[in-house]
């Protein structure tokens, strides 16, 4: 059975930095393409950012641009969130995801399976 484990989130203040990781069972890592999507309450989910599973192919969403940079381990079945410059409304919970495939995905509905999420919040 396929799972993600999220850890790193937590409260910072704006501006700061935090990194999340995803650790991935259950699964041939490098064959899925990784990504992380993230949902505040009453918003729409925001396709953040993902990678290919060569790790050659990144793309992050357009309010992320920049700031944001996704990385993975394959020998840690491991992904990463490098999250810097912080702000308010990147508050969230951030979910790890992944979907068995090639290239990575353009729209967040392409990800087949979720992690449980771990939630950021950045203090004004």
């Known amino acids: 059975q396929v799972q993600l484990v999220e850890s790193g989130g937590g409260l910072v203040q704006a501006g700061g930095s935090l990194r999340l990781s995803c650790a991935a069972s259950?699964?041939?890592?490098?064959?899925?393409?990784m990504g992380w999507i993230r949902q505040a309450p009453g918003k729409e989910r925001d396709y953040v950012a993902g990678?290919?599973?060569?790790?050659?192919?990144?793309y992050y969403g357009d309010s992320v641009k920049g700031r944001f940079s996704i990385s993975r381990d394959n020998a840690k079945n491991t992904v990463y969130l490098q999250m810097n410059s912080l702000k308010p409304e990147d508050t969230a919970v951030y979910y790890c995801?992944?979907?068995?495939?090639?290239?990575?995905?353009?729209?967040?509905?392409?990800?087949?399976?979720w992690g449980q999420g771990t939630q950021v919040t950045v203090s004004a």
């Open positions: 995801v992944a979907v068995q495939a090639l290239g990575v995905p353009d729209l967040a509905e392409e990800f087949s399976t």
């Open positions: 259950g699964l041939t890592f490098s064959e899925y393409a």
């Open positions: 990678l290919s599973r060569s790790g050659l192919t990144p």
